[in-house]
């Protein structure tokens, strides 16, 4: 029997090499690529007045390429995002791993998980068909498609992330942690946040370092309710994200405007490579 | 055991295979003129057409007409399947240079010829008519160009200013590089001057956002403006394909083909000009959202 399968062992072998060689190659194809056609735009325009520039006009009759204001955007958006949906995530995951009775943590999982499955286009759809015109009547705004509704929009898109590695890291931790604080007189409560979540913080870390790179690279939800104006953000104005900069203009961009999505989509896959470093040394660290 | 290895080695065969099959359906709309492969001759049935022609036909010009030209070369390939029509979209003005230079057979302009570009003569293929929409709680019917254009530039910010509810004016459009906004901003004379409060990449979404928000102004395409929204009278004219055709209606321009007077067109050129703005393309030009004149 053994002998038998030998031919099949190295044949799978092969495989599995070839399945994980065309990883490598996509990664390092998209980043040649980007790298190349990211940078003749940026040194036609010049790097100080491509990141720095506050102004975008891109088919303007003398075109500005500024991209100042996206890089806010996607900053601030992002922040607010993390913001708004960490607390919310952190404390879905300690309820999730330490509080709730066993069926109720089965039921709220499933919604968890249900939640990661929605497609990014229908949290944008219904962002803009229900959460845009609310932001426009609650806070009497003449528009609501704003920097506010893309950070909730983004908020509840990085949840299912921030709660599921938080809910894991949290269960990790050692029963005999919980049992020798709860031996000494602490109460549950204090227990799960004086030692466990110290105990899982990388873990928590590293959720919310996922979730950001999460809400930093999502395009198709925000371009539906943040308006796609290349204002310098406010927290009610109409924003372009670097992500949607691109997104919006590709489709009949040409010479220079073109060239120049692409070096914009160069400093979002640095900032996403930036975010992945922190990720893998805050995962590294963990199992250190 | 064996037969479970089998099995398993099957399924994820078949899952390799299904991951191309995946990529080889998508951009249906891609304009990129596919390299014609000599196509299936034994298919084509001789009696259709009298001569089948061969060539390339180079259009240069207009980014508002690369839909219309999308369509109608996906349609010409039915009708002569030798014959490859090739797109570059680099404005108006470069349409006509180089219907003047013959580096193109046909140039392609989304306005009419200036009085001193000599040398070539436009054939009107098409009219795009621009629709102005408001929310249809919003009691503004009728608003003249001038107003429309202070509206989008934001000299006239409330709506009470034209007659309408108190309320800011909330100006949605497309995307820079998208024709229709192209189209409205030149017509208007708005250019780089509009303060857009939404910029979208499709009239889809300018009409929906148009819907939910009764303080908002946006422009569309007339084919596909819907009941969700109101388009409004521009000089008391009402946009529909007639108002545009016989050119009262004035948010509106010509997609014109611009050729040269002194050299002739090639066979293929020529046969193309003809069916582009004959009634046998008019449905295709319908269908990329532009009105046909016949």
């Known amino acids: ?288 | 055991m064996m037969k479970k290895k089998t099995l398993a080695m099957l399924l994820s065969a078949a899952l390799c295979v299904s991951l191309f099959a995946g990529c080889s359906g998508g951009s249906a709309n891609s304009p990129a003129p596919e390299s014609s492969a000599p196509a299936a001759e034994g298919s084509t049935p001789v009696s259709e057409a009298p001569t089948q022609l061969s060539g390339i036909v180079n259009t240069n010009g207009s980014t508002s007409m690369e839909k219309v030209i999308g369509y109608l070369t996906e349609g010409f390939k039915e009708v002569q399947p030798g014959v490859t029509v090739h797109y570059t979209g680099s404005g108006s003005g470069a349409g006509v240079t180089g219907a003047q230079d013959g580096t193109c057979d046909i140039g392609l302009a989304s306005r009419d010829l200036k009085d001193d570009e000599t040398g070539v003569k436009q054939i009107t293929v098409a009219k795009d008519g621009i629709a102005i929409i408001v929310n249809p709680e919003n009691p503004v019917a009728d608003l003249s160009v001038e107003q429309i254009a202070q509206l989008a530039t934001g000299e006239i910010a409330n709506w009470s200013e034209v007659g309408g509810n108190d309320g800011a004016v909330v100006f949605i459009g497309r995307e820079a590089g998208s024709g229709t906004r192209d189209g409205f901003e030149s017509i208007t004379d708005t250019k780089d001057a509009c303060k857009y409060q939404n910029e979208l990449t499709s009239t889809g979404e300018v009409i929906a956002n148009v819907a939910s928000n009764p303080n908002a102004i946006g422009y569309a395409s007339l084919s596909a403006v819907d009941e969700t929204v109101k388009a409004i009278t521009v000089g008391g004219v009402e946009a529909t394909e007639e108002t545009v055709l016989d050119g009262s209606y004035a948010i509106q321009r010509n997609f014109n083909f611009i050729i040269n007077e002194s050299s002739p067109l090639s066979e293929a050129a020529q046969t193309f000009v003809d069916w582009a703005t004959s009634a046998e393309a008019s449905d295709l030009i319908a269908g990329a959202g532009a009105v046909p004149l016949v």
């Open chain 1, 1 to 288: 029997m053994k002998q038998k399968l030998r031919p099949m062992e190295i044949l799978m072998n092969g495989v599995f090499f070839l399945c994980g060689f065309i990883a490598i190659v996509f990664v390092l194809f998209i980043s040649v690529y980007l790298v190349l056609s990211g940078l003749p735009a940026i040194r036609e325009i010049g790097l100080r007045e491509f990141l720095f520039g506050t102004r975008w006009a891109s088919t303007a009759a003398e075109p500005s390429f500024g991209i100042l204001p996206f890089i806010l955007t996607s900053v601030y958006g992002t922040a607010g995002a993390v913001v708004l949906g960490v607390p919310v995530g952190f404390l879905t995951a300690v309820f999730l791993a330490k509080v709730a009775p066993p069926r109720m943590a089965a039921a709220v999982r499933t919604a968890v998980d249900l939640l990661a499955g929605i497609p990014s286009v229908v949290y944008g759809l219904i962002g803009m068909m229900v959460l845009v015109p609310a932001v426009r009547t609650l806070f009497d705004l003449p528009d609501g498609a704003s920097l506010f509704c893309a950070m909730v929009v983004l908020a509840v898109m990085i949840l299912p992330s921030i709660i599921s590695v938080s809910e894991t890291a949290l269960k990790a931790v050692p029963r005999e942690y919980e049992e020798a604080s709860l031996a000494l007189g602490a109460t549950e409560i204090e227990t799960y946040f004086r030692v466990s979540v110290p105990a899982a913080k990388s873990g928590i870390a590293a959720s919310i370092v996922l979730g950001i790179g999460r809400a930093i690279g999502e395009a198709m939800a925000i371009i539906m309710v943040a308006g796609n104006v290349a204002n310098m953000p406010s927290l009610f104005s109409s924003v372009r994200f670097l992500t949607t900069a691109v997104a919006s203009e590709m489709a009949y961009a040409s010479g220079l405007q073109r060239q120049a999505l692409f070096s914009i989509a160069l400093v979002l896959f640095l900032f996403i490579m930036a975010i992945n470093i922190v990720l893998n040394t805050l995962l590294k660290r963990k199992k250190g």
